[in-house]
């Protein structure tokens, strides 16, 4: 069964509105997780990093103002995409470390109109 | 930054065939990850392989890691259509990068019955 969840899978917004996407483990803790986006037939971008109790690092050239980051808990991770243009319809993944490797989110499929 | 180069972009056997794909990354990791994606899906994990490891199986599943090359290859053996998908590699720097991955480009295999 999946051990990262993510919500919603997909939204279509208007252009200039605030999407929240969330993360969340399941039956484990996760007190860094990560944020990816996927443009159509590219491959995965890291965004930034989720830090439970402290502010998200995010990588060069994606903008914090955009892309609000907020580890709630130790299990749940949100990224809300704010004041949403078309330019920012992709797929966002999230994903949690774990000692063998990365458990991934299924993906939020994001459509700005 | 994308690191990963990955060959070949695209690859299209027939069921029973042997497909191998190809990685390299620019930097010193700590381990390397392969991933599948189906299309529009979230990442399955494949395999992970430790820097000090040389090759890795699982199931149908062979990887290969060279670090003077900064190379690695994932061979299926006895493709079946149901693993059509797109392939990523993606390295893990370890360290106070650990968890965070950088992607290679990705193999879209197809496999047809």
């Known amino acids: 069964g999946a051990v990262v969840s993510q919500h919603p899978s997909r939204v279509i917004c208007k252009s200039g509105t605030s999407v929240k996407i969330e993360c969340r483990s399941l039956?484990?803790?996760?007190?860094?997780m990560f944020w990816y986006r996927q443009f159509p037939k590219q491959s995965l971008m890291l965004m930034a990093t989720?830090?439970?109790?402290?502010?998200?690092?995010?990588e060069q050239g994606v903008e914090k103002d955009k892309f609000l980051i907020n580890h709630a808990s130790l299990t749940l991770s949100t990224l809300t995409v704010t004041s949403a243009h078309p330019e920012d319809s992709s797929f966002y993944i999230c994903?949690?470390?774990?000692?063998?490797?990365?458990?991934f989110g299924p993906g939020t499929r994001l459509l700005v109109l | 930054s994308q690191q990963g180069e990955e060959d070949p972009q695209a690859l299209s056997i027939q069921e029973g065939e042997n497909a191998t794909m190809n990685c390299s990354y620019k930097?010193?990791?700590?381990?390397l990850q392969w991933y599948r994606q189906n299309s529009g899906r979230g990442l399955v994990h494949l395999i992970l392989?430790?820097?000090?490891?040389r090759e890795k199986h699982s199931g149908r599943l062979r990887v290969t890691l060279d670090t003077s090359k900064k190379s690695s290859s994932l061979l299926i053996t006895a493709s079946r259509a149901a693993d059509t998908a797109s392939y990523f590699c993606?390295?893990?720097?370890?360290?106070?990068?650990?968890?965070?991955?950088?992607f290679g480009q990705g193999t879209i295999l197809t496999v047809h019955p």
């Open positions: 039956d484990f803790q996760a007190t860094t």
């Open positions: 989720s830090n439970e109790g402290s502010k998200a690092t995010y």
């Open positions: 993606a390295t893990d720097g370890g360290g106070t990068s650990y968890g965070k991955l950088t």
């Open positions: 930097t010193s990791i700590n381990n």
């Open positions: 392989i430790r820097s000090n490891e």
């Open positions: 994903s949690a470390p774990v000692v063998a490797g990365e458990y």
